[in-house]
């Protein structure tokens, strides 16, 4: 039984290490694909300075998504850092439309959490709620202790998904991370995809509160 118990762990963590590639082989075509697409416009309008920048920020995110490859958990606050990375190319990507506040309690930070959690929702976020909108909008993130639990949010002003909410796949990453939630931490885990009643939809993943 112990043998059994330690082969089911370790199929379990090469199971969520083999989703976490799939997820970087999804989101890194698109995300390359819209970041030389916009470094190229900086190029054409003689926005030097923002396009050198734009790419210095493709440089540093790229690296720690290398560095990072093989680590199916990190900490929130290495996670916070990839997302502002992240943020950085947007922000020069789509200017003044997307406005962002990151909102995570500093002594939650050292939490144990799945590697790119954050980064793929925002990334939702931006192509549903944001990209598409000519007056842009604004993503929320925000961190919590709940009960015991960890709690993040991730928020967009955008429009309302369809009725059945749940059942709809709604953009790179989700299902994707709601299996490897599941994997990491079975039903001591949740992520559930909720309309605003004031407007716009929300994410909320709940997971054990551990420290790295």
């Not at 970087?24 to 190029?43: C, D, K, S, W, Y």
């Not at 002594?107 to 007056?135: D, T």
């Not at 995809?193 to 004031?198: F, K």
């Amino acid at each position: 039984m112990a043998r059994q118990i330690t082969e089911t762990a370790r199929l379990n963590e090469e199971l969520s290490k083999a989703q976490l590639a799939a997820l970087r082989r999804q989101i890194e075509p698109h995300f390359m694909f819209n970041t030389l697409h916009a470094i190229a416009g900086l190029v054409r309008d003689h926005r030097n300075e923002a396009a050198v920048s734009m790419i210095a920020g493709l440089s540093e995110f790229l690296r720690r998504a290398l560095e990072d490859s093989h680590r199916s958990q990190v900490t929130l606050a290495e996670e916070v850092e990839y997302l502002q990375r992240y943020l950085d190319i947007q922000k020069v990507r789509l200017g003044e439309r997307l406005q962002v506040s990151v909102d995570i309690p500093a002594q939650l930070l050292g939490a144990q959490v799945p590697n790119l959690l954050l980064q793929p929702l925002v990334e939702n976020a931006i192509k549903h709620g944001i990209s598409q909108r000519v007056a842009g909008g604004t993503v929320r993130v925000a961190g919590a202790c709940e009960n015991g639990k960890l709690c993040l949010r991730v928020y967009n002003d955008g429009p309302h998904f369809p009725t059945d909410l749940q059942a709809t796949h709604t953009g790179v990453g989700i299902g994707n991370l709601r299996t490897r939630l599941q994997i990491l931490h079975g039903n001591q885990s949740e992520l559930l995809l909720r309309r605003v009643e004031a407007g716009g939809v929300e994410v909320v993943v709940t997971l054990p509160l551990k420290e790295a």
